[in-house]
């Protein structure tokens, strides 16, 4: 089940709200667990039983962990908590990928090549294996009380919100709010407009993007033009960012109508001046996660410049292999590392020097090129789309109209998406409100709310409209 599809919007929202809502606060957390195996196992039956296992792993490591009394127990307990976890992951998500790599080494040997069955990947395995190690970790260093109850536990892991795609919510973030929290007509709300700001974000602009981009990469690995290359890799930029954001918002926003508060996952990650900041606003829980579980163990920046870099990159490494068992994730990974490492050195005394503009221009070019890894299919079909790019290869492109491809609707959405990408908006609506500045006016701070409120309307309508008619609807970051 998704955020955007009608069975959640007009059926299990207004369903679970109504029981949410109205029963007496100490049933609510039994009603939001039980609501969040439900949403799971609407699409993932029997791999419910794969995060029922992930929880009661965890919880009892947690509970034994608070018990131990000696520090080499400790260590013991947690190194067998990680490397459970770990397994439990790693069967689903990296077994065809490591068996299919080493057959190909097994053939080009002469050797008998291993057989296997292929596994389906739990959907949001990545996200709620990473959200239960942080617990873990964070009870060991003790930063964060244990828990002693299974189902409060059961609900930190599986809180639907934020269950399929984050944002990952450490234990200390949520663990006073899930024992005591307050719902407000005020945040109620603010969840409700946070959720359809996001709802837009992933139908009206995402949705729309998807359609030339997949329709174009689906062309690969075949040469194209360049003028479709660049058509495509733009929509996929601003696609990526609003489908996940937008779910980030919905998240949030959910989180909100039911009393708690998730954290900020993006923060205009493409007006960054450098990867490195592109990496303080983009996918905010992930980021800070690998700093403070996996960069700062290593010994992060606190050592040689040589050890740091070799920090950067394992980093980027596991990151890029987090998001999926492919050579083209690790490309990714690795090209972003590789760009972080330049950053610490002479490239980042150049960016100091350079206007904010280029720097920005800069960054956006790196990240742009480096979706082009994460969007292809294989190694192959992300070179030859490298080739079309720069011109290299244009056989073929007077086959394929440029028109064919992009019609007025996506040149609109584009130019909305690349708006919306920046802090324009907020800063247009601060100057409107701003008294003492040439747009403040009595009438127009007035008239603010409620044309705020309408425009909420005309937006959640126009994306009901756009999910009744069928619209190609797929969320991105589900497969990881």
């Not at 299990?12 to 039994?30: A, C, H, K």
């Not at 945040?187 to 729309?208: D, P, S, W, Y």
């Not at 797929?474 to 497969?479: A, G, N, T």
Request: proline share 5%.
């Amino acid at each position: 089940m998704v955020f955007s599809s009608p069975i959640f919007l007009f059926l299990f929202l207004p369903l679970f709200l109504s029981s949410y809502l109205l029963v007496p606060r100490s049933v609510r957390n039994s009603i939001l667990l039980a609501a969040s195996l439900i949403f799971y196992a609407w699409g993932e039956l029997y791999y419910l039983l794969v995060m029922l296992a992930s929880i009661g792993l965890n919880h009892l490591v947690g509970l034994l962990l608070d018990r131990s009394a000696t520090p080499r127990a400790r260590k013991v307990i947690l190194a067998l908590g990680i490397t459970s976890n770990l397994i439990l992951f790693t069967s689903f998500k990296y077994v065809d990928f490591m068996v299919d790599n080493l057959n190909i080494l097994l053939g080009a040997i002469g050797w008998q090549t291993i057989g296997h069955p292929e596994l389906h990947l739990p959907i949001g395995i990545s996200f709620f294996t990473f959200q239960a190690m942080s617990y873990i970790v964070d009870v060991y260093r003790k930063k964060s009380p244990v828990q002693e109850q299974l189902k409060n536990t059961a609900l930190y892991i599986s809180l639907f919100p934020q269950l399929i795609a984050g944002p990952i919510v450490r234990y200390p973030q949520i663990a006073g709010q899930l024992l005591n929290r307050t719902i407000s007509v005020e945040n109620f709300a603010l969840g409700v407009r946070r959720f359809t700001i996001g709802l837009a974000k992933k139908v009206l602009i995402a949705n729309t993007l998807a359609l030339p981009a997949d329709n174009i990469f689906a062309l690969m690995p075949g040469p194209i033009g360049a003028d479709l290359a660049w058509l495509a890799i733009t929509c996929y930029t601003f696609q990526i960012y609003f489908d996940f954001s937008g779910y980030s918002d919905m998240a949030i926003g959910l989180g909100k109508m039911l009393g708690f508060d998730i954290p900020e996952n993006f923060d205009y990650p493409y007006f960054s001046k450098s990867v490195r900041e592109f990496w303080r606003r983009w996918h905010i829980s992930l980021s800070t996660w690998f700093r403070d579980y996996v960069y700062i163990p290593l010994g992060g920046s606190r050592t040689t410049a040589l050890w740091t870099h070799r920090n950067l990159l394992v980093v980027f490494f596991l990151c890029g292999l987090w998001h999926g068992a492919s050579w083209n994730f690790v490309a990714w990974g690795l090209f972003h590392g590789l760009f972080l490492v330049l950053e610490r050195g002479w490239l980042g005394s150049l960016l100091r020097r350079l206007p904010a503009p280029l720097c920005r221009v800069y960054t956006l070019g790196v990240i742009v090129m480096a979706w082009v890894f994460f969007r292809a299919e294989n190694m192959t079909s992300a070179l030859v789309f490298f080739r079309s790019l720069l011109f290299m290869d244009q056989e073929g492109a007077d086959a394929l109209p440029f028109w064919d491809y992009a019609n007025v609707e996506i040149v609109a959405v584009l130019l909305l998406a690349l708006a919306g990408s920046t802090p324009l908006l907020p800063l247009i609506k601060r100057q409107l409100g701003k008294e003492g500045s040439p747009f403040f006016q009595p009438v127009i701070r007035r008239l603010l709310p409620g044309g705020a409120a309408f425009g909420l309307v005309v937006i959640l309508v126009l994306c009901c409209m756009s999910l009744a008619g069928g619209t190609h609807n797929p969320f991105i970051y589900f497969r990881f």
